[in-house]
C-alpha cells in the first residue's frame, strides 16, 4: 500500500479527483481497503528455550488464514512484527522498549517463554496492551494484580497439579519424589503441588532439582495430522526433537486464532462505542476492556484441543496420561481438571503388574551369589589343588622309598586325585545365572554332581579301603594266626575302591537318564524397597533341580552317610593297632573322622538353607576346603617330614648300588635295623658302667670316713679291713636291660671292673663290717 501510493503522480488534485482516485483503487484492489493491525511478538529463536523455531512457522500460518477469511476482522488485516527474544528477559526488555516506541501501534503484545512474558505481562498495563502468551506456564503469571492484562493459550504448569494428586491418590502413594529445574516457572509449580499434596496427606520425601535439562528426552504431544504435516513442510524437514519449540507449536498456532478471535468479537461492540480498531493506542482504556473481555469469554476448539481461560487468564485443558509401551508412548486416558474426573481408555490398556490393576509395579529380581564370597572361597579352592599336585608328585617321586611303599602309594594317590576333584567342583557350585545363560546352567548343575561324587567316592573311597582292611586283619578272633604275617594282597584293596567308585557311576547315570538336572526358579516373598512404594520386589533365585530331587538325594545321602559312619567305627577300632603293612592307618582315621563330621553336619544344613544362596554355598564350599585340607596334610605332611628330617629320599635300589650288597631289601632292612639296636645297647651299657663307678667312689669314701671315726677308739695293729668283700657274683648283674633280647654271644666284652661290681646286686648277702644291706645299693643304682 505505500508501495503503491509513493508511486502515485505528485500534483495537486482537487477534492472530488481525490475520492475518485482512491474509489478507484479499492474497487481494483480489495486489500488496499483493509486497515492493518499491528501485533508485536517475541519469539525466542535461540537461547534455553528456541521455542520460536516452530511457534513463529504455527502463527505465520494462522495469520494468513485469518487475513483471508472474509467472516473474521473483514476490514482489518493482521501483521507480525516479530523480534527474538532469545528467551532472555535482559533482551526481552530492549525489545520491548523498540516496539513500544516505533511505529506502528501493536494492540497486542505475544511473548514466548514465561521469564519474558513476567517482563512483558508486568510492563503492558502501563501502555493498556492486553498480552497473550502461547508458551509460558509459570504458575506466576496467575496472578491477575500483578498481570491484569494476561493471557496466554498455554496452561498454567499447576493445572496438571490436581491430576497428578488424583493420581497418587488413586494409586494409594503416600510418600512421592520430585524432580525440577531450577526456573520460577518450575519452582513455583513444585510450591504449588506441595500444597495440594500436603492438603491429601501425601508426603514428599526427596525434593531435587537440575539446572541444565535433563537426559531424558520429554515425549512431544500430538494434536491433529494435518496440522502437523503443515508445520513440517513450513520447517524444511527438519528433526521435531532437534526443533525448539516444537511441542508448544500447537499452543501458538491457536494463540493467533484466540487473539483473531477476540478482536473479531470486539468489532460490533467498539462500533456501537463510535470506536474502531484501528483507534487503539496505548492511552485507550475501553479498546483495551474490550479486548479483555473477549479474550475472557474465547471458547473454541484449536488443534491443541478445547481453548478456554479460566479467572487467572490461564489455559483450561484436559491432562492426557500416556504410558511407554514397547518404545513408543500409548493414550491411557484423560483427566478433567474442570469437572475432576479421570477417565480412561476402552481400547488401550495399563500394561503391566502395576497402576491401575492392583496399583503396584513389580520388578522381578533374580538373586546371585556375593562375587566377593565366590572369589574368596576359589582363591582357597586353588591353593587346596596346588597342594594336591604337590602331594601327588611327591608321592610319585618317592615311591621307591620303603617308608612310602608301606603306606600304599597308589591308595594315597587315589586320595590325592580325589580331594582335586573335590575341590574342582567348588568352582560350578559358585556359578550362576549372572556368568552363564540359562540353557547353559543344566550344564554347570551335571558337573556339580559328578564331580564332587567321583571326588568323594575316589578320596574317602581309598582311605575306608585302609581302614578296611587293618581292621579285617588284625581284629579276627583267631589267636593262632601270626597277625604280623598276614600277606597283603594290593590288588584287593584297589578292587574295593574300584567297586566304591563304580556303585557312584553307576548311581550318577541311572539318576542323569532317569530324572535330569533342570534348572529351576524359586520365587520370595515381594518386597517392598524403602522410599520407593509404588514398586515391589520379587525376588528370584535359581536352583540345580530333577522331579524326585528328594528322593534322589536321600538315596545318595543314605549311602555315604553310612560309608561314613562305618568309617568311623572302623577308625576307632583301629586306633590301637600297629602294622607296617599299612604304616599310616592311624593318621587315616584322623582323616576320616574330619571328614566324617564335616560331612554330617553340612548336609543338612545346606539342605536347610537352600534359598539362601551365599549361606548355602558358603557352608558347602567350605567344609570341602576344610575336609580337603585336613586330609591332605594328615596324609603328606608326615611322610614329608620324615624323608626330609632322616633323609630317606633315596630309594631302597639307589641305596643297594651305593653299597656294592647284593643282598634283598628285606636283608638289608634287618641289618640296619640290628646295627642300629646294639649301637643302643652299647650306650645304655656305657652309661650304667660310668654311674656303677660313681656308686663304687661313693660308697669308698664313706668307708674310709667311717674309718677314721673308729680309729679314735680302736687300734688296728698289722692291717686294715677292705671297704667290702664280694662273697659271690649275682646272674642278674649280668643280664640286658629291660625290653632287649638276651644276645647269643656279646660281641663287646664287658670290662673286669664292672664285672667284679656285679655283687652289688646280691639281695641276702651283707657287703662289710658296717652291715650295709645291698638293697641300699639297688636303690641307690635305680
Known sequence: MTRLCQNL??????????????????????????????????????????????????????????????????????????????????????????????EPI???????????????????????????????????????????????????????????????????????????????????????????????????????????DPAVAVK???T???????????????????????????????????????LNKTVGPLRAKGHHLEDFNYNNRDITAEIYRAMNTSSFEGVSGHVVFDAQGSRMAWTLIEQLQGGSYKKIGYYDSTKGNLSWYGNDKWIGSGPPA???????????????????VSVFAGLGILLGIVCLTFNIY??????????????????????????????????????????????????????????????????????????????????????????????KLYATVGVLLGIDILSLMIWQIVDPLHITVEKFTREAPKGDLDVLIQPLLEHCNSEKMNTWLGVVYGYKGLLLLLGIFLAYETKSISTEKINDHRAVGMAIYNVAVLCMITAPVTMILSSQQDASFAFASLAIVFSVYITLVVLFVPKMRRLITRGEWQSDTQETMKTGSSTNNNDEEKSRQLERENKELQKIIQEKEERVSELRNQLSERQALRSRRRASTITYQNHSPP????????????????????????????PQSFANSSSLYQSDSKISRNKCHTSRLQLLYK
Not at 519474558?116 to 502468551?133: D, F, G, K
Not at 574317602?460 to 601270626?482: A, C, N, P
Open 224 to 262: 491433529s495430522q494435518e496440522f502437523l504435516a503443515q508445520l513440517m513442510s513450513k520447517l524444511g524437514g527438519k528433526n521435531p526433537e532437534e526443533t525448539g519449540g516444537f511441542q508448544e507449536a500447537p499452543l501458538a498456532y491457536d494463540a493467533v486464532w484466540a487473539l483473531a478471535l477476540a
Open 106 to 212: 501493536k494492540i497486542v503484545l505475544m511473548p514466548g517463554c514465561s521469564s519474558v512474558s513476567t517482563l512483558v505481562a508486568e510492563a503492558a498495563r502501563m501502555w493498556n496492551l492486553i498480552v497473550l502468551s502461547y508458551g509460558s506456564s509459570s504458575p506466576a503469571l496467575s496472578n491477575r494484580q500483578r498481570f491484569p492484562t494476561f493471557f496466554r493459550t498455554h496452561p498454567s504448569a499447576t493445572l496438571h497439579n490436581p491430576t497428578r494428586v488424583q493420581l497418587f491418590q488413586k494409586w494409594k502413594w503416600t510418600k512421592i519424589a520430585t524432580i525440577q529445574q531450577t526456573t520460577e516457572v518450575f519452582t513455583s509449580t513444585l510450591d504449588d503441588l506441595e500444597e495440594r499434596v500436603k492438603e491429601a496427606g501425601i508426603e514428599i520425601s526427596v525434593r531435587q532439582s537440575f539446572l541444565t
Open 398 to 491: 618317592n615311591s621307591n622309598v620303603r617308608y612310602i611303599q608301606n603306606s600304599q602309594p597308589y591308595l594315597n594317590n587315589m586320595t590325592a586325585v580325589g580331594c582335586m576333584m573335590s575341590l574342582a567342583a567348588v568352582f560350578p557350585l559358585g556359578i550362576d545365572g549372572l556368568h552363564v545363560h540359562r540353557k547353559q546352567f543344566p550344564v554347570i548343575c551335571q558337573f556339580r554332581l559328578w564331580l564332587l561324587g567321583l571326588g568323594f567316592s575316589l578320596a574317602y573311597g581309598s582311605m575306608f579301603t585302609k581302614i578296611w582292611w587293618v581292621h579285617t586283619v588284625f581284629t579276627k578272633k583267631d589267636e593262632k594266626k601270626d597277625k604280623k604275617k598276614q600277606h597283603l594282597e594290593p590288588w
Open 9 to 102: 503522480p505528485r500534483r495537486p488534485v482537487s477534492r472530488y479527483s481525490l475520492i475518485f482516485i482512491l474509489t478507484v483503487l479499492a474497487c481494483s484492489c480489495p486489500a488496499l481497503g483493509k486497515k492493518k493491525l499491528y501485533i508485536g511478538a517475541l519469539f525466542p529463536m535461540s537461547g534455553g528455550w528456541p521455542g520460536g523455531q516452530a511457534c513463529l512457522p504455527a502463527a505465520q500460518m494462522a495469520l494468513d488464514l485469518v487475513n483471508n477469511r472474509t467472516d473474521i476482522l473483514p476490514d482489518y488485516e493482521l501483521e507480525l512484527i516479530y523480534y527474538d527474544s532469545m528467551c532472555d528477559p535482559g533482551e526481552a526488555t530492549k525489545l520491548l522498549y523498540d516496539l513500544l516506541y516505533t
Open 358 to 376: 492392583d496399583q503396584t509395579v513389580v520388578i522381578e529380581e533374580f538373586r546371585y551369589l556375593s562375587q566377593k564370597l565366590f572369589v574368596s
Open 723 to 750: 671297704p667290702f668283700s664280694i662273697t659271690q657274683s649275682d646272674p642278674r648283674s649280668l643280664a640286658p636291660p629291660p625290653g632287649y633280647p638276651a644276645p647269643a654271644s656279646d660281641p663287646h666284652p664287658v
Open 220 to 222: 512431544n504431544l500430538k
